[in-house]
């Protein structure tokens, strides 16, 4: 797949959004050409918001890289905020030997997030898919707003 160029404007401007202002590049066709070159292929495990819900129960780890006017609208009190522009300078306070829960408000950011986890040596990390959007509205679980 090449992409024209509007295309590469609009991931562009996308990535921008979330805080990644100097794209240097572009995957120049499909996922599988770039599997089938040898190069190196990390994954990252993503729940629904209902396994959420299951394991939340437990002990977890979960970061909300929301921005911060975002958890405005509501949070899980479990939570550790993180925003995703300020995510690369703490990464570092993040523990490396737990399993990582990640979540934005859609699902966009937080893969972004988990990414750069994996860049960085995290081994154990988990996406929610849809965000807390998906949280709100297909869980039960306590919604917290700040008054």
């Known amino acids: 797949i090449h992409w024209g160029k509007k295309k590469n404007q609009k ?8 805080g990644f202002d100097n794209v240097i590049g572009y995957l ?6 770039w599997k089938a070159s040898g190069e190196k292929v990390e994954t990252i495990e993503s729940i629904s918001a209902e396994e959420l819900e299951k394991v939340i129960k437990s002990e977890i780890n979960l970061i ?14 479990s939570t550790i905020s993180i925003p995703l522009n300020k995510f690369d300078s703490e990464i570092d306070t993040i523990d490396k030997k737990e399993k990582q829960y ?5 699902g966009y950011r937080s893969m972004i997030a988990c ?17 807390f959007g998906a949280i709100r509205n297909n869980t ?3 919604i917290t707003l700040d008054n």
């Open 11 to 18: 991931t562009i401007t996308r990535l921008s959004r979330v």
């Open 64 to 77: 909300d890289v929301r921005a911060c006017g975002e958890r405005k609208n509501g949070y899980l009190s």
């Open 28 to 33: 120049d066709g499909s996922f599988e050409i």
């Open 102 to 106: 990640v979540h934005c408000a859609g």
């Open 140 to 142: 039960k679980l306590k």
């Open 115 to 131: 990414s750069m986890l994996k860049k960085k040596g995290y081994q154990s990390i988990v996406d929610i898919k849809g965000g």
